[in-house]
């Protein structure tokens, strides 16, 4: 069983509601949830340009992590080769009504309508393709995060 944060109107009280509102893996689903972590220390071992990315870094600077998102990810975090996705992923669609979960509308809806004037159908340089309508992460950090598979002996 999967849940996701509910949507409220701070970033305060999404925080809170996050730490209550656990995403837990089919293995954890007859166990107690685990506390979520308050750094993303387990995360940078592999995604090693996350204490650098602007939309990790201004979440955590408030307390939320990777973990308040993209659920615990026991599975994810031991997956020494990369394999395996977090419990929690998030298609483009699926991005601007989660983020509004918390933030709640945008504050400058004229600045939307501009970029999407000037990007529309055009690529950015994170790669991103801006279609019709753009999501949060158009802008607002590239939230690409880089994966290093651990190597065994001899690689």
Not at 20 to 30: I, N, P, V
Not at 46 to 54: F, P, R, S, T, V
Not at 113 to 140: M, Q, S, V, Y
């Amino acid at each position: 069983m999967k849940t996701r944060p509910i949507a409220l109107a701070s970033l305060a009280a999404c925080v809170c509601a996050c730490s209550l509102y656990t995403t837990r893996s089919t293995a954890q689903t007859d166990e107690a949830a685990p506390a979520l972590p308050e750094t993303n220390a387990r995360c940078e071992l592999c995604h090693i340009n996350l204490a650098k990315e602007e939309l990790v870094t201004a979440h955590l600077a408030q307390g939320v992590t990777c973990a308040h998102c993209h659920g615990y990810s026991a599975e994810h975090r031991d997956d020494e080769m990369s394999a395996t996705k977090p419990d929690v992923m998030f298609g483009r669609a699926e991005v601007a009504p989660f983020c509004l979960g918390c933030h709640g509308e945008h504050k400058s809806p004229e600045l939307v309508e501009a970029f999407l004037t000037e990007w529309k159908g055009k690529r950015r340089e994170n790669g991103r393709l801006i279609l019709a309508k753009p999501t949060c992460t158009d802008c607002h950090g590239t939230h690409v995060l880089t994966a290093v598979p651990m190597l065994g002996p001899g690689h």
